[in-house]
């Protein structure tokens, strides 16, 4: 069976993808269809992208195996397949809601697309995470003799990691996922940052579940909470009374937003926020078991930040 795709968007030189046993191609005028997607700037190795605002497109087809898992993630909905984990983990590397074309479905009544054809605002830390690796080709007409081949390999590891009954027990079925997918879509910084804290609480709810009741969790700090998954995932060493009082900082940004719907009127309030959801990327790329990137010096701001004395 074959179903078509919308806005995948193919690793440069990359023809098919081949994850879990589903295999992605390239619709027969793709350089066409990406051209009519959203590009914030133009460009390309291989396309010749040029910006524009853009829409969705069907890019690619899906082969679907003979034989189909069920999905791990918990979706709503039922007949939901690992390919909808998938297209999940899709959408969050590259950066824009990719999804199955129903429309030829004749028991899908639902024909209005309601997902956002923007790029994702965040996600460029996991993207860039993915070490680059290439494969040989042998068509000398190619101005570059290589593809790369390293993000259809990482993207299967990962959902097969997802897919590990002791993952899956250690981060409750990885719904963070879905809560970081909707963290790094284009909108304000505002609501970026405060679904990225989201992220965090339940990251530390579902790490220490194990030995706190429900009750237990809430009443612990959340600065207490930012501070135990910093040190867990080896973001900082220890944490010092200086960091403490910083890390606060970051609360009182959660604490203003959420009750007065604004940040505080204060001195690099933003760069602290966008920090705080750089954080957020270089958490999620530990969990899947990547050597995160600092393409954004995410280590060295973090470390400026946390050490940073806090004019009164």
């Not at 570059?144 to 897919?163: A, K, P, Q, T």
């Not at 080896?234 to 900082?249: F, H, V, Y």
């Amino acid at each position: 069976m074959r179903k078509r795709v919308y806005n995948l968007e193919f690793p440069h030189w990359c023809q098919e993808l081949n994850i879990f046993g589903y295999r992605f191609t390239r619709v027969e005028d793709y350089v066409q269809k990406v051209n009519t997607l959203q590009q914030l700037v133009s460009g390309s190795a291989e396309l010749g992208i040029k910006s524009n605002t853009g829409q969705h497109a069907i890019t690619a087809y899906v082969d679907i195996p003979e034989s189909e898992e069920q999905s791990v993630l918990e979706w709503s909905g039922n007949d939901v397949t690992a390919l909808h984990d998938i297209l999940l983990l899709l959408s969050i590397f590259l950066g824009r809601d990719i999804f199955l074309d129903y429309s030829e479905d004749n028991d899908k009544d639902e024909k209005v697309i309601l997902a956002d054809p923007r790029v994702y605002r965040y996600g460029d830390v996991l993207r860039c995470s993915i070490p680059f690796k290439k494969e040989e080709l042998d068509q000398v007409e190619l101005r570059h003799s290589f593809r790369e081949v390293g993000f259809e390999e990482v993207i299967d590891r990962i959902y097969r990691l997802i897919r590990n009954e002791l993952w899956r027990d250690e981060y409750q079925n990885g719904y963070f996922l879905f809560l970081a997918r909707d963290a790094f879509r284009r909108q304000s910084l505002e609501s970026s940052f405060i679904q990225c804290w989201t992220v965090w609480e339940h990251l530390f709810a579902a790490l220490n579940r194990k030995w706190l009741s429900k009750d237990q969790i809430k009443q612990i700090s959340s600065a207490e909470k930012i501070s135990f998954l910093l040190v867990k995932y080896a973001l900082k060493g220890e944490i010092d009374n200086t960091s403490r009082t910083r890390i606060q900082s970051l609360s009182e940004i959660r604490n203003k937003l959420i009750h007065f719907g604004r940040f505080p009127e204060r001195d690099k309030v933003n760069e602290e926020a966008d920090l705080f959801v750089r954080l957020t990327e270089f958490v999620i790329a530990k969990i899947l078991e990547l050597s995160p990137s600092n393409v954004f010096n995410t280590v060295e701001k973090l470390e400026d930040f946390l050490s940073e004395i806090k004019s009164t």
